[in-house]
């Protein structure tokens, strides 16, 4: 079975600065995808970035980008000039190339990320 | 476009009532999810229906909890008799056909505190 391994429950990070998050996943499969949620005080998941493990070229999104170690099973998440807006709980997820139609999200436990003014 | 809906934002229930939860997905998403989030943990999947069919409900605990969704539009999840590690939040999502692999779109969920 998949699991995914973040492996710091809290972190903080001053206003403009940078701040990385770890994750780490196990599977015996080659072809998956691999996601950052983010996770505000009002509940929503809302989607930060995504990778296809087929890609070696990393993602990113405007502040947002990861550092994706297929070999190592390691994606971690670097969010640059950090803003208020960002403290939120942050959950990696994994996904095995659907089959049979699944979709299943295999998350996390979280990161707790506090931006400090 | 109008995100995906949940009622209700809270209940509170003594253990072994009934509790139901509703979800609208956004319109025209045929993929509805639903997952289980314990405090302190991430989300769990308990059920995704491809319009008014399971596809995947693996890890949906059946002898208490049930989920519908007729007319493969509205779901709505039921646990009966809750017991108190139910306790947690409920969380439904939605995408188009095949597209779960580019991120669903989540509702705010349900928090079920069980008592």
């Known amino acids: 079975a998949q699991t995914v391994t973040q492996s710091q429950p809290e972190m903080s990070v001053q206003e403009a600065e940078t701040v990385t998050l770890s994750c780490t996943y196990d599977?015996?499969?080659?072809?998956?995808?691999l996601f950052w949620y983010k996770q505000p005080p009002s509940r929503q998941m809302i989607l930060v970035i995504r990778q296809e493990a087929y890609k070696q070229q990393n993602a990113t999104e405007n502040r947002f980008s990861v550092n994706f170690q297929k070999a190592a099973k390691s994606f971690s998440l670097k969010i640059s000039d950090s803003q208020l807006g960002d403290a939120a709980m942050y959950f990696c997820a994994y996904m095995r190339e659907p089959g049979g139609g699944s979709e299943k999200l295999v998350f996390g436990k979280g990161t707790k990320l506090t931006v400090n003014p | 476009e109008a995100g995906v809906a949940q009622s209700p934002r809270y209940k509170i229930i003594e253990k072994r009532q009934s509790v139901a939860f509703w979800c609208n997905p956004i319109s025209g998403h045929a993929t509805l999810y639903w997952y289980q989030q314990i405090l302190g943990q991430g989300p769990k999947l308990l059920i995704q229906?491809?319009?008014?069919?399971?596809?995947?409900d693996s890890q949906l605990p059946k002898d208490r909890f049930s989920a519908e969704r007729l007319k493969g539009v509205d779901s709505t999840l039921k646990i009966q008799p809750a017991k108190l590690e139910d306790s947690a939040v409920y969380l439904c999502?939605?995408?188009?056909?095949?597209?779960?692999?580019?991120?669903?779109?989540f509702g705010s969920g349900t928090r079920l505190t069980v008592v």
């Open positions: 999502a939605s995408s188009l056909p095949g597209t779960g692999r580019y991120g669903y779109t």
């Open positions: 229906f491809q319009n008014n069919g399971v596809v995947d």
């Open positions: 599977t015996s499969e080659s072809d998956y995808y």
